[in-house]
């Protein structure tokens, strides 16, 4: 063997590093705040997940999923825009911060210990009724151990049951339904993804408590899951990769909902295509099909707009002029968008998080059907940084953070459900 | 010290090496963004596991190798959380021979190229590449083989006779 040869390529493979770019200064926030907004199913989407910002500035956090859209602003524009666009909403003055949401929606905001009795902390999944928690505690980062019920009012806990999960297995997307808590489980081998196609499981346990049983299917689910719902007796379920099917709660056989087969559930039952992510910031959820009457719906979006992200009813984005708007899914009744592009959609169709001016920085949860807002109580720290809760598309009920000892529970459709949208 | 800022200081410090190692591992200037990218990522959300358990500059080393021969090339790439210059800037250029076993690099198979950048650029041995990217070591010894035997047909090597054997 030639060592010339061998030479040349560690001297070819040397110089040419020096040819590599380099990193940016912020690299560390950008990645910090895309890994923690990265799906891992529902439980991070649509339950808001709480993203570390740099400076106080909402730039990394501003979007959904993996949404290339966010990360990619430039913080500096960004910082200045969101300066002149997290101007009040019309009801507020500039310098005026909006009243706490535990005074704006009393009815809808809960304040709970954020330790469980026994000191463990917890992380909120999802409603299970009006008064009850679905709430999570962790072996490691992400990695569930135990699913509990948590009483809203007294602060009753108790556990489902205790989650078993391999190395590098998590369980996720968590959903409510016929009496049962159902779960997925993706095996993506510890993160190593040469393996080829992953497949995903499902599980149920009984709300009143149990052991997990899984949810045969009588051939493996090629693909990640990343969204779950319930529905007359069957589990339905859509594929970050696309595709809608449905397998009885019981087990057995797995059938494709017709004509989604690029679908992804947004709200049950309605599926629609792209999803949420959208690698080349196309609309999302453009196309809606109903999965159990066929309905179809196609948003409007004209040419020149950008970062349009469709709920069930509503869409937000940017106009070719930068400003952001939202409107309904046929371009009626469009309006600006306090707070600038809601790169995470609107929640529950309606809601969004709005970054405060600095000083004294934080966010607030601004209703677009009443136009009310009320702040979230979140401050950046000495170091500039502070928490941004990003309510997403989806059922997008749940927010919940943390603050200070306390976890912030807000159910927005109860918000929504004491002022429901009124006709144009 | 907590993990966040462990990992802010770990970022800061390894970022730019990690690209490096990105770039000659994939040969142009995004997907070596890209690569370090996903796999700080991911090194951020296995962060407390590998801290206890493993050396995070090898965890993320692995990471990048083992996603740029794998199917994750091919599905998916998300937008960079920055804007890469234009033109990267050389201090030297490269020796011809140089930049034709650059150039011939760029025809090889991943995982060929994978072994050689591993075994030339990293220095690593076959048995820690193999672990490195979780095949045999016999598998490791044939793509070196068969990657060294591309480049050699690939760049004349004129130097070779001006250094002769002592």
């Known amino acids: 063997m030639s060592n010339d040869l061998e030479a040349d390529l560690r001297a070819a493979l040397g110089h040419a590093a020096e040819r590599a770019p380099r990193a940016p200064g912020a690299l560390s926030a950008h990645v910090v705040a895309r ?10 989407v649509a339950a808001a997940a709480a993203v570390l910002v740099a400076g106080g500035i909402g730039v990394a956090v501003r979007g959904a999923g993996d949404d290339p859209a966010s990360p990619a602003v430039d913080p500096a524009r960004t910082a200045s825009a969101e300066v002149t666009q997290s101007a009040p909403s019309p009801s507020q003055e500039a310098a005026e911060l909006p009243e706490p949401v535990e005074k704006v929606w009393p009815d809808a905001v809960w304040k709970i210990p954020a330790e469980l009795p026994g000191g463990r902390k917890f992380h909120p999944l999802s409603f299970i009724d009006d008064r009850t928690l679905l709430l999570e505690t962790w072996e490691s980062f992400e990695k569930a151990d135990a699913i509990y019920a948590y009483e809203l009012d007294g602060g009753r806990t108790r556990k489902i049951t205790d989650i078993r999960t391999p190395k590098g297995v998590f369980a996720s997307g968590h959903t409510v339904g016929d009496g049962l808590v159902v779960w997925q489980t993706i095996d993506e081998g510890d993160g190593d993804e040469t ?16 052991t997990p049983r899984e949810i045969g299917t009588d051939r493996p689910v090629r693909g990640r899951g990343d969204e779950l719902a319930v529905t007359g007796g069957r589990l339905a379920f859509s594929l970050h990769e696309g595709g809608v099917f449905t397998v009885p709660l019981g087990g057995g056989t797995v059938e494709p909902v017709p004509g989604a087969e690029r679908h992804h559930i947004l709200r049950w039952p309605w599926v629609g295509t792209p999803g949420e992510y959208t690698p080349d910031t196309e609309t999302s959820f453009e196309e809606l099909l109903n999965a159990e009457t066929g309905e179809r719906n196609t948003a409007v979006v004209r040419p020149g707009e950008r970062f349009v992200r469709c709920g069930v009813t509503t869409c937000a984005g940017s106009r070719p002029d930068g400003t952001a708007f939202h409107r309904m899914r046929d371009g009626s009744r469009e309006r600006d968008l306090p707070g600038g592009v809601a790169f995470t959609g609107l929640a529950a169709d309606r809601f969004e998080t709005v970054n405060l001016p600095m000083p004294p920085g934080g966010e607030y949860l601004h209703d677009l059907v009443t136009d009310k807002s009320g702040d979230l109580g979140i401050r950046p720290d000495a170091k500039g940084e502070s928490i941004s809760v990003q309510p997403g598309l989806g059922d997008g009920r749940l927010v919940s953070y943390p603050l200070g000892d306390e976890y912030v529970i807000i159910d927005l459709a109860r918000i929504a459900a004491d002022s429901p949208p009124g006709p144009s | 010290m907590d993990d966040d800022s462990r990992f802010a200081d ?3 410090e390894r ?7 990105g770039y000659v591992l994939s040969g142009n200037p995004h997907d070596a963004a890209d690569l370090t990218q ?16 493993q050396d995070p500059e090898s965890y993320v080393r692995m990471t990048m190798a083992r996603l740029h021969i794998g199917v994750w090339r091919l599905r998916r790439r998300e937008r960079l ?20 076993l650059w150039r011939a690099l760029a025809t090889l198979p991943r995982k060929q190229r994978a072994v050689l950048v591993l075994r030339y650029y990293e220095q690593l041995s076959d048995e820690e590449i193999a672990g490195v990217l979780g095949v045999s070591r016999g598998t490791v010894r044939s793509h070196a083989s068969l990657g060294l035997g591309k480049l050699r047909s690939a760049v004349p ?5 001006d250094r002769s054997a002592p």
């Open chain 1, 35 to 44: 890994s923690r907004r990265r799906t891992r199913g529902r439980a991070l």
């Open chain 1, 195 to 210: 393996k080829g196609t992953r497949v995903t499981r499902f599980w149920s346990v009984p709300l009143g408590g149990g």
């Open chain 2, 10 to 12: 770990f970022v800061a």
């Open chain 2, 15 to 21: 970022a730019d090496a990690l690209l490096r190692y």
């Open chain 2, 38 to 53: 996903e796999a700080l990522i991911r090194l951020h959300r296995a962060w407390p596991r590998v801290r206890r358990k």
């Open chain 2, 81 to 100: 959380v920055w804007d890469l210059p234009e033109d990267p800037h050389t201090d030297v250029p490269p020796s011809d021979v140089e930049q034709g």
């Open chain 2, 157 to 161: 090597h004129p130097t070779a006779a």
